[in-house]
């Protein structure tokens, strides 16, 4: 019965998303009032001009190239750490072993 309300619910949003939708085509985009201040298109937000284009691409390519560059650092990094541990770790069975190996039983006289 919750999975059927669910899906209800949800078809109604969408019902709802696609009647406004709609409403705003219809209207040639004059659904809610706005107030033009400029009639410049490149103080206007919404539209796309070409240099406004070539900044938005120089901008998520710059964000991608440093997110990729911070997971090879965090990659290294991590690689690095487990290197060690597992490094010291060895050591730490080998110094162990070599102990165990070399003391021999205290005989009484």
């Known amino acids: 019965m919750r999975r059927f309300t669910f899906f209800v619910v949800l078809i109604l949003v969408l019902l709802v998303g696609g009647g406004l939708t709609s409403l705003l085509i219809a209207s040639s985009g004059q659904v809610l009032p706005f107030l033009t201040q400029?009639?410049?298109?490149?103080?206007?937000?919404?539209a796309m001009l070409a240099w406004k284009a070539n900044q938005?691409?120089?901008f998520i390519a710059f964000m991608l190239f440093n997110l990729v560059g911070?997971?090879?650092t965090i990659g290294i990094l991590i690689w690095v750490i487990d290197w060690g541990l597992k490094r010291s770790k060895a050591d730490a069975g080998a110094a162990a072993s070599a102990v165990t190996t070399t003391q021999t039983p205290a005989q009484d006289s």
């Open 56 to 58: 938005f691409f120089i």
């Open 70 to 72: 911070i997971a090879v």
């Open 38 to 46: 400029v009639n410049v298109p490149d103080a206007d937000p919404t």
